[in-house]
């Protein structure tokens, strides 16, 4: 995992990334639930590397946004389905790993237009 200031989203996912094409070629996780997440677990908020998700934003509820379009910098996502937690969240996060992050994990998304993000660009939603 590497945080990284800026990226460019193609119709694959984030350059350097193993996601292909399709409706799940972007995973997105909200900051809001990494405490969400860490609290259930009796720590403080959990980083985001753990969970492994492209991108992490804030101050939206993604879940309202399932099918619809948004904008992150240059780039165009329509989000598609829950990303769900795998089996290496109890290995990462100790017991209750998986149930902790079990609806709280984040949203896939397909790349409607590629273009370049950068740290702390807007995520609008379209229309």
Known sequence: MEV???TMISADGL???RSRAGKRAVTLI???HLAAIGSYLGQGP???EILRRNL???GI???ALKGREVQVGEAILRFTVISAP???MEEALGIGGYSAVRGHGGWCAEVVRPGRVRLRDAVRPIG
């Open 15 to 17: 350059d350097g990334d």
């Open 4 to 6: 990284t200031e800026e």
């Open 56 to 58: 992490v934003v804030s």
């Open 61 to 63: 509820n993604m879940a």
């Open 30 to 32: 909200q900051q809001e």
């Open 86 to 88: 795998c089996s290496r």
């Open 46 to 48: 959990v980083a985001p």
